[in-house]
């Protein structure tokens, strides 16, 4: 039986570096503390003039494909999880696959907000075990919201970042590594929440609508503190149950960058040692559909990953969208 191994990765932050300090002085009050106290991020990247959402993808994905040891006309698909999109129409894959040469590869996007990787990554892998007219398949994670972001805004300016992350999928027959298990959940209830409302169907730019700002990220309401954690740990529990194990046999848990300190419960839900949920938000800040595979990319690149490890990936995002993932590495 075919199955879909994770072959490569790769990540892309911007060069621009924006640290705590920058918020002190563009509101005028002391956040760096804030910050480090309850989310403990310290920087993080936003793009710079002339960068965007199609840039990062390919910056991440060259360098998975370097890794992969393969060009990019060995692809047969690119799907990139995004919802900065590069344009509302068309699709950032198809900007993608133009500025990276990979002529034989079909493209969509997808938008499940930060639960966007994941979510791709399941559809990526379910398109190589069942369909042999696909050997390779790219998937990327992609975040540009410091272009959505209101700067007089506290509860949304210092939180969100920029970046990609990108892991090249191979189908690979008779293996015990690869693609294991997947969930996705959906709470529609919250999908006002927190968002961008302007510029689509619903509430076209408008002199009106830029007034309120509602072309830029919004925190509508408060979430519930505990709600990740408690989903997180359910969805991790059911990978367990699908696959006869225990959370004591996963070596990694790889899970939305959002707050450190939903990461800990979680871990603490699962009774599992914090070290075994990577964290890079400390000096990338939240990079959304982003920062799953950056944090991914930036564990093997320490070398914490090895082979036969089995790892989770759950995200979580607006909308609310839920996508959990178990893979053999």
Request: charge should be negative.
């Amino acid at each position: 039986m075919r199955n879909a191994i994770i072959l490569s990765c790769g990540a892309y932050v911007p060069e621009q570096v924006i640290p705590n300090q920058y918020f002190n002085e563009l509101l005028g009050e002391d956040v760096d503390s804030w910050l480090r106290e309850n989310v403990e991020i310290y920087e993080r990247r936003w793009v710079t003039d002339g960068q965007s959402t199609a840039g990062l993808c390919v910056e991440a994905a060259q360098q998975a494909l370097e890794r992969a040891g393969i060009g990019p006309e060995a692809l047969g698909l690119i799907i990139v999880a995004t919802d900065t999109p590069e344009y509302i129409s068309p699709s950032t894959a198809s900007v993608v696959q133009h500025r990276l040469k990979a002529a034989k590869a079909g493209t969509f996007d997808i938008n499940t907000a930060c639960a966007g990787f994941v979510t791709a990554l399941d559809v990526g892998a379910k398109y190589l075990r069942s369909d042999e007219q696909y050997e390779y398949v790219l998937v990327i994670g992609a975040y540009a919201m410091s272009r959505y972001l209101n700067k007089a805004d506290k509860k949304t300016v210092t939180l969100f970042a920029d970046g990609a992350g990108a892991m090249v999928l191979k189908a690979e027959s008779g293996s015990s590594r690869g693609f294991l298990a997947s969930e996705l959940i959906s709470q529609g209830q919250y999908h006002d929440w927190m968002g961008i409302y302007a510029g689509g169907t619903h509430e076209p730019i408008t002199a009106e609508a830029l007034s309120r700002h509602a072309h830029q990220l919004q925190f509508v309401h408060k979430f519930p503190k505990a709600l990740n954690p408690e989903v997180w740990s359910r969805m991790a529990q059911n990978l367990c149950t699908r696959l006869g194990c225990s959370p004591d046999e996963v070596a990694h848990f790889f899970l939305t960058q959002i707050n450190i300190f939903s990461i800990r419960e979680t871990m603490a839900r699962l009774g599992q040692p914090n070290e075994k949920a990577h964290a890079t938000m400390h000096y990338y800040g939240y990079t959304g559909s982003a920062c799953i595979p950056i944090t991914f990319n930036d564990a093997w690149e320490k070398g914490l990953l090895n082979a036969g490890d089995l790892v989770f990936l759950i995200g979580s995002g607006g909308g609310l969208a839920f996508a959990s993932a178990a893979f053999r590495l």
